[in-house]
Structures are given as structure tokens and as C-alpha cells.
């Protein structure tokens, strides 16, 4: 039987379409476990197929070539897939939601304006919109150091067109634009059923808790004065060998501790200690040590190398993204229209790149494509000494994780009732450890899956306060000086309902672990975080269901 033939004999199923967007310098592998979450938590609560597409067309230094570039290759990537979707597997994408990490929440915010001109979100109901470590309210530096008041002035030539639109200093003035109520980017963000975003909280030097958690405050920067205080009642997860919880912040527990009894000892002391801390941040001796064996090197060879390259990438990007030409993405839409959701046969030609499209994102999931690649030397220089600490808590750690509650030692194994997740390989795995095979602990891991449902319900009304700011972690002194332009998108992205997630990752690099960038192994407190969110999303797709039913 011809492909055609055994397309027509199947039955056309609905499908709901989730778009991964990454950030700056990366690819679509680093949103490999955000990926996995959804499409093993996801389908059970769902009426349409759960699939998913990680855009690969704008990966490595493609990022820097701006916001509005980014996101137009990004909408063909979506149309073309919609498009192969519907003829390889006859699913009619009926839902759409999108998350985006770091610069990808901004590109994606872009996407959202110009479906929502070309009418897309007449077809295709908007869901979900998440972000991760996202720099909404832009990226700016506040200490009176001379390091900040260089990367203010310097930064915004480093990274192309897509530096200038972070630290605001673009002719168009774009993240000012996307946030303007009367705007179609700000219309369309409005249209979805949830929007979600995480913020780290500390760790995270590549996109401040500010802007993430779109405020105007910076409650962290003080840390010996914070004792941080977390959700209660979260449940366990087991990922590799390890036994976490979600690191997920509770503001309303957290408080600002008196002057005088800080100076007597470190108020994170108690959390520190119930946490998975390295041999690396623990040995002041030893962490001294490798630091300035990695400055040496740094210092003088790596980062002029490096500087110099991301300047010679920006200023190629620069001038390349005059010449690039606009696609026609009014005219894609149109013949994904016709033929999709009309009568009309699918695109000969657009599915040939669809599966072209296909078949080099298989290939970036397949291989390291980041090897060889001078986008990589970029990012390991400004993650390399957190990616060492990371490996040091991964050989170091000995001991399972307790809240800093005492409400248990964290040692419990999850539920009966949890699902296991997928392995490495797809398959599911069962709920039992065998403890000769180590290489099955590090694959697999499984989740309290009803225990986070029901920590989701009992802490949606917390996430979701447009109170926060009353809490007392948020005090005067905390509050920056946004200026105009930024304190304009704070009040503008604020009257869109969210559900805010600040999470503390106690590793050196939060912004890498927010996401489990280099995967679960190497972060699973990321991981389990990761896998809570998409109980916010399970939850609000069963209530859908029972309100349809």
C-alpha cells in the first residue's frame, strides 16, 4: 500500500503542538529535559496527541543575528512541521503552546505577535506559554563595580543585534515594544489559557532574578541576610541515584534576618548544610585552589580568544542581518491553511523541507554538534568553572536531601503510586532500583507524579498572588532604579495573570541548571523542578477536560 493510501485509511487525530524554544549560544539539545517531561507527564491528561518540535535553525551563533531573525526562522520551522505532521502522520495541530529559555522567551514572545497577525490563533488555540531564566524586563548590571559599569557599556556590542535588544539599547527599543498593552505581540501573549515562568533566585549570573521574575526588585543580592524557605510538602524524585525535591522558593516563608544576628553566623547555614553541597564549595582551601588555576589560564590566553571572537561574530551578524531577506511567512500560512486545516494536498516542496528539517534535528540529537563548533568556546569560558563545581557535587555528594523544614529526611523513597519516566532510550522503566546496575540508576529516574499534582493545586493560589510584593523579602532598600523604558515593562507584563516560580538551585551555574541543560545526570534538582512545572500543566489540562465533559 502507497504512503498516501495508508495515510487516507488512518483516522486524522488532533494534536497538541509543543514548541522548545533555546537561547543564546545554544541548540535544541538543551531543551532535551524539558522535552522528555512533557512527553512522558503530558499525554495522560490530554485529549490531543502531546508532540513536539526543538527548532534548530537559528543554534550557536545564529543568536546573536537579533529577536525578530530568530523568531522567523523559528515560524517556518513550526509551519514546515505542522505541514509533515499532517501528511506523515495525518495529526492536525489544534493546540500550540511554546516555551522559551533565556532569549528564547523573548524570541518566542515575538513568535506569538506575528501568529497573532497572520490570525493563526483563529485555528490554533494558544495553551501554554513558559519561560525559564528569561531576561523580560532586559539585562542590566547594578553594583557600583567597575566590572558592572563595563558590561553595561561593553556588552551590548558582544552579542550582535541580539545584544543591543537585551540591554535596550536598540534603535526600535523592541523589548519595550513587545510589552505595549496596545500592541499585537502583548494581544496575542494575552490570548493563551496559562503563562508560567521560573526565575532563579541566586546563581544565575547570565539573567538576574529581576528580570526573570519581572519586578523591580532584587530581594537576593544580600545573601547572608536571606534565609530562604521552600515549598512545603514537595514531593521526592529519584533521578540517577539521588533522592530531590523541587527546589522551588516559598517568598511568603522567606524573610530578611536582622543585621545583628547575621553578623554572629550564616543565616543560609541551616539550608546549606540540608542541601547536596560539593566537596568543591565546601573545601575553601581546595575551591581557592582551582580558581586560580582556571584564572591563570583564562585570564591571559582564553578570555582575549574569546572576546575577540564573540566581537568578530557580532560584527559579522551585524552586517549580515541587512542583507538577509524576510520570509513570506503570510504566504506559508496561507498554504498551511488551505492544506492542513482546508482541502487543499500539502506543499510538495514545503514538505521536502519539512523532512529535510527532520532529519538535521535528528542529527543534532544524534552527535556532540557542539564539538568544533566556536560558539562552545564561547560558552564554556563563561561556564566552565561552574561546570567543573557541577561535576565536583556529582562525585562528591554522599548524602540524600532533607527540606530545610525538617519536615522529613528526605529520604523516603517516592510513592507506590508514581509513575516511572521514560529511560534514555524511551522505554519505560520500573520503580525498583537494582543495585548492581549502575548504568540503569544513572538512566533512569521516576516521579511522585500525583504528589506534585496535588503540590501544584495546594500552591497554585501562592504562585499566582499579584501580592507578592508584600512579603518580606521584598523591602525598600531591594528596589532598583529601573529606569523609564524598564519599569514600563514591569508594569505592562504584570497585568498578564502568571504563575511565578522562583527556584533556588544550589549549584554554581542556576542559569545552565534551571533547564537540566547537560541533562538529568548532572542536574537533578533541575531535572525535578523541570518535572513539578509540567504539573502545573497536567493540572490545568485535566480541568479543562472535566469542564468539557
Not at 370 to 394: C, H, P, Q, V, W
Given at each position: ?149 563595563a558590561a553595561n557599556e561593553v556588552g551590548r ?163 549580515k542581518v541587512r542583507i538577509i531577506e524576510k ?78 523544614d525538617n519536615d522529613g529526611d528526605g529520604t ?138
Amino acid at each position: 500500500m502507497a504512503e498516501g493510501d495508508e495515510l487516507k485509511s488512518q483516522k486524522e487525530e488532533e494534536a497538541h503542538l509543543f514548541v522548545l524554544v533555546h537561547g543564546l549560544w545554544g541548540g535544541p539539545n538543551h531543551m532535551s529535559t524539558i522535552e522528555r517531561a512533557i512527553l512522558e507527564l503530558l499525554p495522560a491528561t490530554s485529549k490531543e496527541k502531546i508532540v513536539t518540535l526543538k527548532p534548530s535553525s537559528f543554534r550557536f551563533w545564529k543568536t546573536y543575528d537579533g529577536i525578530e531573525i530568530n523568531a522567523h526562522r523559528v515560524i517556518k520551522d513550526i509551519l514546515y512541521e505542522i505541514e509533515i505532521l499532517k501528511q506523515k502522520s495525518n495529526y492536525k495541530v489544534v493546540k500550540f503552546s511554546i516555551v522559551g529559555y533565556s532569549l528564547g522567551g523573548l524570541i518566542a514572545r515575538f513568535i506569538i505577535g506575528e501568529f497573532f497577525r497572520l490570525g493563526f490563533f483563529d485555528t490554533v488555540k494558544p495553551v501554554f506559554f513558559t519561560t525559564f531564566a528569561t531576561p523580560h524586563v532586559g539585562v542590566e548590571f547594578f553594583k557600583n563595580f567597575l566590572f558592572d559599569k563595563a558590561a553595561n557599556e561593553v556588552g551590548r556590542y558582544l552579542f550582535g543585534p541580539s545584544g543591543k535588544q537585551l540591554f535596550v539599547a536598540d534603535d526600535e527599543r523592541l523589548l519595550v515594544k513587545l510589552a505595549d498593552p496596545e500592541g499585537d505581540f502583548f494581544k496575542g501573549l494575552s490570548l493563551f489559557e496559562k503563562h508560567i515562568l521560573l526565575s532563579n533566585v541566586r546563581n544565575d549570573r547570565t539573567v538576574a532574578f529581576f528580570t526573570s521574575f519581572i519586578t523591580e526588585y532584587s530581594p537576593f543580592d544580600n545573601w547572608n541576610t536571606v534565609r530562604i524557605k521552600y515549598l512545603k510538602d514537595l514531593s521526592q524524585s529519584r533521578i540517577g541515584k539521588m533522592w530531590v525535591r523541587p527546589k522551588v522558593v516559598d517568598l511568603s516563608r522567606t524573610t530578611i534576618v536582622r543585621e545583628e544576628r547575621n553578623s554572629s553566623f550564616n543565616v543560609n547555614a541551616e539550608v546549606n548544610s540540608q542541601e547536596e553541597t560539593s566537596i568543591f564549595r565546601s573545601n575553601v582551601v581546595l575551591r581557592y585552589f582551582m580558581i586560580s588555576v582556571v584564572a591563570l589560564f583564562l585570564i591571559p590566553i582564553w578570555i582575549p580568544f574569546v572576546l575577540i571572537s564573540s566581537l568578530v561574530a557580532s560584527l559579522y551578524s551585524s552586517t549580515k542581518v541587512r542583507i538577509i531577506e524576510k520570509p513570506n511567512i503570510k504566504e506559508h500560512w496561507t498554504r498551511v491553511f488551505h492544506s492542513v486545516y482546508g482541502s487543499s494536498p500539502i506543499d510538495i516542496e514545503d514538505a521536502k523541507i519539512a523532512l529535510e528539517n527532520r532529519n538535521k534535528r535528528k542529527k543534532l540529537a544524534d552527535h556532540e554538534s557542539f564539538k568544533g563548533d566556536t560558539s562552545n568556546l564561547t560558552e564554556n569560558t563563561m561556564e566552565g568553572i561552574m561546570y567543573a563545581e557541577e561535576r565536583f557535587t556529582t562525585k562528591a555528594s554522599k548524602r540524600r536531601e532533607r527540606t530545610d523544614d525538617n519536615d522529613g529526611d528526605g529520604t523516603q523513597p517516592a510513592k507506590d503510586s508514581s509513575r516511572s519516566s521514560a529511560s534514555d532510550d524511551d522505554t519505560a522503566v520500573q520503580n525498583t532500583v537494582t543495585p548492581r546496575d549502575e548504568d540503569y540508576e544513572l538512566k533512569s529516574f521516576f516521579i511522585d507524579i500525583e504528589g506534585n499534582d496535588r503540590a501544584m493545586q495546594d500552591n497554585h493560589a501562592l504562585l499566582t498572588s499579584k501580592e507578592y510584593l508584600k512579603f518580606d523579602i521584598f523591602t525598600p532598600s531591594s528596589r532598583l532604579n529601573l529606569g523609564d523604558d524598564k519599569s514600563f515593562i514591569v508594569r505592562s507584563l504584570n497585568k498578564i495573570p502568571w504563575v511565578k516560580i522562583p527556584v533556588y538551585i544550589d549549584a554554581w551555574n542556576s542559569h545552565d541548571g534551571i533547564v537540566a541543560r547537560r541533562g538529568p545526570k548532572t542536574n537533578p534538582k533541575g531535572t525535578s523542578t523541570i518535572f513539578l512545572w509540567v504539573s502545573l500543566l497536567r493540572n490545568h489540562l485535566q480541568s479543562s477536560t472535566n469542564a468539557s465533559s
